[in-house]
């Protein structure tokens, strides 16, 4: 699932992309979609407030290991439909050699809300 290099883009294109860190606060089911997900809701803090995201994580990630992990999202895309539930954060990962979502994640403790820079 890798592939070529994006076309080059500028810094301030990378900037419109909006990646905050967020606090999963509760790990919901998702029996109506497609592959198998979990509906997040994630806290980005008081700038943006709580915000939902369907996730294809359940390869590795069971609800008890999502509460409270802190995890990477795009908060500035348009909210997506999937199905009966409305996705309102991108949440980040890479796929491993399988193609299965690992999730980004940082190595030291950062206030939710920090912005990607």
Do not use: C, H
Not at 27 to 35: I, N
Not at 54 to 76: C, E, F, M, P
Not at 96 to 102: F, H, I, L, T
């Amino acid at each position: 699932m890798s592939g070529p290099v994006a076309a080059t883009i500028g810094f301030d294109d990378f900037m419109k992309v909006d990646v905050r860190i967020g606090q999963v606060v509760a790990v919901d089911p998702f029996p109506e979609a497609r592959k198998p997900a979990w509906k997040l809701t994630i806290d980005f803090g008081p700038d943006i407030g709580v915000k939902k995201s369907s996730a294809q994580i359940t390869v590795y990630y069971t609800r008890d290991q999502l509460l409270g992990r802190k995890v990477a999202a795009v908060v500035n895309f348009p909210p997506r439909q999937i199905g009966p539930f409305m996705s309102e954060v991108l949440t980040l990962g890479f796929p491993d050699a399988a193609g299965e979502v690992v999730l980004i994640g940082v190595d030291r403790d950062v206030p939710i809300g920090g912005r990607l820079f």
